[in-house]
C-alpha cells in the first residue's frame, strides 16, 4: 500500500501563529481542507496534540494551542483501539508522522462537533520523526 507523504518544514523566521497573515499558499492542503483527498492514503507530518478537546495534527510552524488555529487535520482513532490510543497521548505536543486514510466520519446529513474539521485522518500508525 503506497502513501502520499504530506509534509511541511518551517524556519524559524517563517513561524507563524494564526493571527498573523494566513499561510494558505505554504500549508498542506490536507491542513486545509481535506475533502478533495477522500479515501486516499496519505501520510501527514505535522504536531500532534492529543487531548480530552484536542486531537488533531497541526502544520509546523503553526502554534496548536492557538484557540483561532484554522490549519489542522483531525486525527481519527477507533474508541476500542485503546493501543493506539496510548501511542497517540504518548506523543502529545510531538512532531509525528501520522499514516492512515483521510475520511468524513459524520454519516450522511450529519455534522461532527467537537473537532476542528469535518474531514479527519483514520489512523493506522503514529511513527516520532527521525532527528
Known amino acids: 500500500m503506497g502513501f502520499w507523504i504530506i509534509?511541511?518544514?518551517?524556519?524559524e523566521a517563517q513561524s507563524i501563529c494564526a493571527k498573523e497573515a494566513?499561510?494558505?499558499?505554504?500549508?498542506?492542503?490536507?491542513f486545509r481542507?481535506?475533502?478533495?483527498?477522500?479515501?486516499?492514503?496519505?501520510?501527514?507530518k505535522g504536531v500532534l496534540r492529543w487531548t480530552f478537546?484536542?486531537?488533531n495534527l497541526f502544520p509546523?510552524?503553526?502554534?496548536?494551542?492557538?484557540?483561532?488555529q484554522v490549519y489542522?487535520?483531525?486525527?481519527?482513532?477507533?474508541?476500542?483501539d485503546s493501543a493506539l490510543q496510548r501511542i497517540a497521548e504518548s506523543f502529545d505536543r510531538s512532531v509525528v508522522v501520522v499514516k492512515g486514510r483521510i475520511i468524513d466520519p459524520a454519516p450522511p446529513g450529519q455534522a461532527i462537533?467537537?473537532?476542528c474539521k469535518p474531514i479527519g485522518i483514520?489512523?493506522?500508525?503514529?511513527?516520532?520523526t527521525k532527528k
Open 60 to 68: 509546523l510552524g503553526t502554534d496548536p494551542d492557538e484557540p483561532s
Open 122 to 128: 483514520e489512523v493506522q500508525s503514529i511513527e516520532p
Open 113 to 115: 462537533i467537537g473537532s
Open 22 to 30: 494566513p499561510i494558505a499558499d505554504s500549508t498542506p492542503q490536507v
Open 72 to 80: 489542522c487535520l483531525p486525527v481519527l482513532i477507533g474508541r476500542t
Open 53 to 55: 478537546e484536542n486531537r
Open 33 to 44: 481542507d481535506a475533502k478533495a483527498m477522500l479515501g486516499q492514503e496519505v501520510a501527514v
Open 7 to 11: 509534509a511541511l518544514a518551517y524556519g
